[in-house]
């Protein structure tokens, strides 16, 4: 992603969402693969309250 656009996401998103997406982008780091898709749903059904 460039710069730019990073910097355009940064202002459209809320800071504590914002925050959040970075906190969680790292713990997937640790979770295994199969794991990840479910966590990225939850956190996404919570957030669009889908």
């Known amino acids: 992603m460039s710069?730019?656009?990073?910097s355009v996401l940064d202002e459209q998103v809320n800071p504590s969402?914002?925050?959040a997406?970075?906190?969680?982008?790292a713990?997937?780091?640790?979770l295994?693969?199969?794991?990840r898709e479910k966590v990225i749903e939850g956190f996404?059904?919570?957030i669009f309250h889908a």
């Open 44 to 46: 996404l059904k919570s």
């Open 27 to 30: 713990l997937l780091t640790f």
């Open 3 to 6: 710069e730019t656009n990073k």
């Open 17 to 19: 969402y914002s925050k």
């Open 21 to 25: 997406v970075k906190e969680i982008a």
């Open 32 to 35: 295994p693969e199969e794991d």
